[in-house]
């Protein structure tokens, strides 16, 4: 397989509208256990997140922009309020369907969501203290990767972080083989792999960002764009 450049023909079957929705919706079911297995975010939480949660009279605000599931949210939220933190924690995608489910779940009352895209909340002129976004990236076509990124950055109060895969032999071999096994009777597999072809590396990443964000890796096999206000 070529993995030397972008297979930006790909197309992901949940972003199908027609795709099986029994699928679909294992699929954002199965994003929080996968959320939950890579230990990435709770990482990045602690070293990036945390040091900045200095008020604890104060409820900061987070936007997770693509926000699938929900998943990411929640996690986010345990971690903080373990620590004694107050968040005030919105989701956006501009998926219906993605928000639907997320909408019929459970939530902490802290917890929203909302169907739209970044560049239509960046145009309200709102501010988050932080702004997360996971596994998006490489939906973004490359001619608008450049503009997503300034609505990111209008987005931002604070920090903001944006996690994708890296495109890498080994990071495929390695994640079939993970998600044959845990992930079954959803799109996780068959879509993680074709995310991975159409993903970036961090050689890509770093020759494309504005100089106001930095890159870097993390394991396992992904990229952590950060944006510091």
Same mark, same amino acid.
């Given at each position: ?8 023909? /790909? *197309? @992901? ?6 795709? !099986?929705?029994?699928? #679909? ?6 994003? =929080? ?39 990411? /949210? *929640? @996690? ?6 373990? !620590?004694?933190?107050? #968040? ?6 501009? =998926? ?134």
């Amino acid at each position: 397989m070529n993995m030397s450049r972008r297979a930006t023909g /790909l *197309r @992901e079957r949940m972003d199908d509208p027609n795709c !099986d929705p029994d699928l #679909l919706q294992n699929t954002y079911r199965q994003f =929080d256990r996968l959320n939950h297995l890579l230990p990435g975010w709770r990482r990045v939480y602690v070293s990036l997140i945390r040091p900045l949660l200095t008020d604890r009279n104060r409820r900061y605000s987070v936007l997770d922009i693509g926000c699938g599931g929900g998943g990411l /949210l *929640r @996690e986010v939220h345990g971690w903080a309020a373990r !620590d004694g933190h107050r #968040l005030s924690l919105l989701g956006i995608d501009e =998926d219906p369907r993605a928000v639907a489910f997320s909408a019929a779940r459970q939530w902490p009352e802290e917890i929203s969501f909302v169907h739209t895209g970044s560049g239509a909340m960046a145009q309200t002129g709102k501010l988050f203290d932080f702004v997360i976004c996971n596994h998006v990236l490489h939906h973004v076509p490359e001619e608008s990767f450049s503009s997503f990124l300034d609505d990111v950055g209008a987005l931002t109060r604070n920090l903001a972080l944006i996690c994708d895969p890296l495109r890498s032999r080994c990071g495929y071999a390695l994640f079939g083989c993970f998600a044959s096994v845990l992930f079954r009777r959803s799109f996780i597999r068959e879509d993680g792999l074709l995310s991975i072809r159409r993903s970036y590396t961090l050689a890509e990443l770093r020759a494309t960002m504005p100089p106001a964000w930095s890159v870097r890796s993390l394991a396992p096999f992904r990229a952590l764009l950060v944006l510091r206000k």
